[in-house]
């Protein structure tokens, strides 16, 4: 299964973007990048996911390189509630293990006023 | 609707006690999960439900022991636990439809073994 590597914190002032970066450097061709959030204490918040392509939805960007080796989460505007921990993960895709997440150590994004 | 809910918030208890953690969600979801966190750690899979057969277990402690009685609900029913047991017991649901699973989660029950 695939790793992610996340710089442990990161900081970024409000209003401004945030760009996480992901690095997954072993990602297998039919493996997803997944991004979800922790708000302290609180359960996890799905975010966005990729397969090659670069998505957006109302919450973020998702940017893939064209090797897949790596990612970036941009939140676009940030503000204060986006403070968080931030997980990039990869979805296992062994035969009947499909549902399993392979959590990294995500990265702690503190969005300052 | 995207509502894991689960009961009850906190729980404190001793070793030799037995408790239940539960979990309810209406969204349709086939597969059903429960995960342990540990301060400042990623969750950690424990059990996973589809179709309300159990489907995977990471070899979790016969302490824990899990229940699906119907597609919305989940339990984890709780004996002997041991102190370093405490932690954040988080349950997620994810339709299990195939290539896609995204899961949605709970926010928890904060679990204090004395």
């Known amino acids: 299964d695939a790793k992610t590597t996340q710089p442990p914190s990161m900081d970024c002032a409000e209003g401004r973007a945030a760009n996480l970066p992901c690095n997954h450097s072993t990602i297998s061709g039919n493996e997803y990048v997944y991004w979800y959030r922790q708000i302290h204490s609180q359960g996890p918040q799905y975010i966005i996911h990729g397969l090659k392509n670069n998505e957006t939805n109302e919450m973020a960007s998702l940017i893939i390189t064209e090797d897949r080796k790596s990612s970036t989460l941009i939140l676009p505007h940030a503000t204060l509630r986006d403070t968080a921990v931030y997980y990039c993960?990869?979805?296992?895709?062994?035969?009947?293990?499909?549902?399993?997440?392979?959590w990294g150590l995500g990265t702690s994004l503190a969005v300052n006023p | 609707d995207t509502e894991v809910t689960q009961t009850p918030k906190h729980l404190v208890m001793g070793m030799t006690n037995k408790k239940s953690l539960k979990c309810e969600q209406h969204m349709g979801h086939r597969a059903m999960y429960w995960y342990k966190q540990k301060a400042k750690k990623p969750p950690e899979l424990m059990f996973v439900?589809?179709?309300?057969?159990?489907?995977i277990n990471e070899s979790v402690p016969s302490r824990f022991s899990p229940e699906c009685p119907n597609s919305s609900l989940l339990n984890l029913h709780l004996h002997a636990l041991q102190p370093e047991d405490s932690a954040l017991y988080l349950c997620?649901?994810?339709?299990?439809?195939?290539?896609?699973?995204?899961?949605?989660f709970g926010p928890g029950t904060r679990l204090t073994v004395l």
């Open positions: 997620a649901s994810s339709q299990d439809s195939g290539s896609v699973e995204t899961q949605y």
């Open positions: 439900y589809s179709y309300e057969k159990l489907s």
């Open positions: 993960i990869v979805r296992a895709v062994n035969a009947g293990n499909n549902r399993k997440l392979i």
